[in-house]
């Protein structure tokens, strides 16, 4: 009897009684907070086993800047009289977040497929760590390509001019932009087929990569497609970039990529949570 008492107290003879667990609510912050941090861990770890990740992440962009340095780094220089690196960099990185916002929808796209979603679905996991998982992993992701491309960018010649604060503020511009681009991604993934978003978000990609500041400066265009170059989103996180590490206006393009990513978050975040959450449920 006594032992039985002994189980229903937790105290044992010759130990301290079991620790009191208190219970936390399914839909409470910090439970919010710790499984989305589990939820990024796992994506990270996932990203990091798969070399086809490692290659779109780090190797296909530091091949995409030795390429521009190689054939049009000296062009653009002497046409420009601005070392055209101060340009590539930031456009390889902007280029680079997109593209791996893409990879990161088709992940989604099999999660979904294989039921995962729908395993974590119904489990006493809060509802939101999934999407806020993946939204942190993206942002280290984007952070990691970053730091790698400037690394290379600093072999070719990249310097920072304004100190510890600007270079600070030129990394975050990737992170945020990559996180409302990620966003938007999202929500095109919940509604329509991998191998369509894949060829629409390429096709997109691949326009704004030759038609933005990074590229060429913007009076090289024609004049009817200056203003569309000079305001369009990469333009726009370029001039920013390229402003906090060496020369150029700071306060308009950074206002501008600020709109561009607040404006991404509020068109596409309701349909991200929507169709995540439709995914969940029912698996289409």
């Known amino acids: 009897m006594s032992t039985v008492m002994e189980k229903a107290t937790g105290t044992w003879a010759g130990h301290d009684p079991l620790p009191e667990v208190s219970p936390q609510r399914e839909n409470s912050t910090a439970l919010w907070l710790r499984q989305s941090l589990i939820q990024c861990k796992r994506l990270l770890m996932g990203w990091a086993r798969d070399p086809a ?25 002497s046409a420009t009289g ?3 690196v101060y340009g590539q960099v930031p456009m390889v990185i902007i280029v680079a977040t997109m593209s791996g916002a ?9 999660e979904k497929s294989t039921g995962l979603l729908g395993r974590f679905w119904t ?12 939204l942190m992993a993206e942002a280290v992701r984007v952070l990691v390509t970053s730091l790698f491309v400037l690394a290379v960018g600093v072999a070719l010649g990249f310097r920072f001019w304004y100190g510890p604060f600007a270079s600070l503020a030129m ?4 992170v945020l932009f990559g996180m409302a681009f990620a966003i938007m991604v999202t929500a095109l993934a919940t509604i329509s087929e991998g191998v369509m978003l894949v060829s629409v978000i390429g096709i997109v990609t691949n326009l704004l990569m030759f038609f933005n500041t990074g590229f060429v400066p913007v009076f090289a265009y024609p004049v009817w497609l200056q203003d569309v170059v000079q305001n369009q989103p990469m333009s726009c996180a370029i ?8 020369d150029g206006p700071i306060v308009e393009p950074v206002v501008k990529i600020v709109a561009w990513s607040v404006g991404m978050i509020v068109v596409f975040g ?11 449920e029912t698996g289409v």
Request: aromatic share 8%.
């Open 102 to 110: 893409v990879v990161s929808a088709l992940g989604f796209k099999t």
């Open 53 to 77: 990740t490692t290659i779109q992440t780090l190797v296909y962009p530091a091949l995409t800047l030795l390429m521009f340095r190689v054939v049009l780094g000296d062009s653009i220089t």
């Open 171 to 174: 990394l975050l511009v990737p």
């Open 239 to 246: 001039d920013a970039m390229r402003g906090l590490a060496y």
């Open 82 to 84: 601005v070392p055209s």
């Open 270 to 280: 309701w349909p991200a949570i929507r169709g995540y959450r439709r995914a969940a």
């Open 123 to 134: 489990m006493p996991i809060h509802r939101a760590a999934g999407l806020t998982g993946r």
